[in-house]
Nanobody, 115 residues
Framework: VQLVESGGGLVQTRGSLRLSCTAS????????MGWYRQAPGKQRELVAT????????NYADSVKGRFTISRDNAKNTMYLQMNSLKPEDTAVYYC?????????WGQGTQVTVSS
């Protein structure tokens, strides 16, 4: 399975972006997936998760109320709608499974929020 993230960019504080994660292979719809991010000099952190059918989601406290995770299993695609962005959201964003073993990491998509 290959993961490809897209949709990042440069946005001003309080702006919005929608990230996409497209997965190859046939097992995407069976997996609980997550969005992760890694800021410069920091460890990668999990910011949002969604169960295989999309019925349950969870968020890190830092993004709760601002980010929304969703998925379209028919398209093998997961999304992250990011609203009210803050400079501290600046990071490279990745998608992957929540459970181990993880899939090979994609290249990520850079999100930069200017103040």
């Amino acid at each position: 399975v290959q993961l490809v993230e897209s949709g990042g960019g440069l946005v001003q504080t309080r702006g919005s972006l929608r990230l996409s994660c497209t997965a190859s292979g046939s097992t995407f719809s069976l997996r609980t997936m997550g969005w992760y991010r890694q800021a410069p000099g920091k460890q990668r952190e999990l910011v949002a998760t969604i169960t295989s059918g999309g019925g349950s989601t969870n968020y890190a406290d830092s993004v709760k109320g601002r980010f929304t995770i969703s998925r379209d299993n028919a398209k093998n695609t997961m999304y992250l709608q990011m609203n009210s962005l803050k400079p501290e959201d600046t990071a490279v964003y990745y998608c992957n499974t929540v459970a181990h073993p993880r899939l090979p990491w994609g290249q990520g998509t850079q999100v930069t929020v200017s103040s």
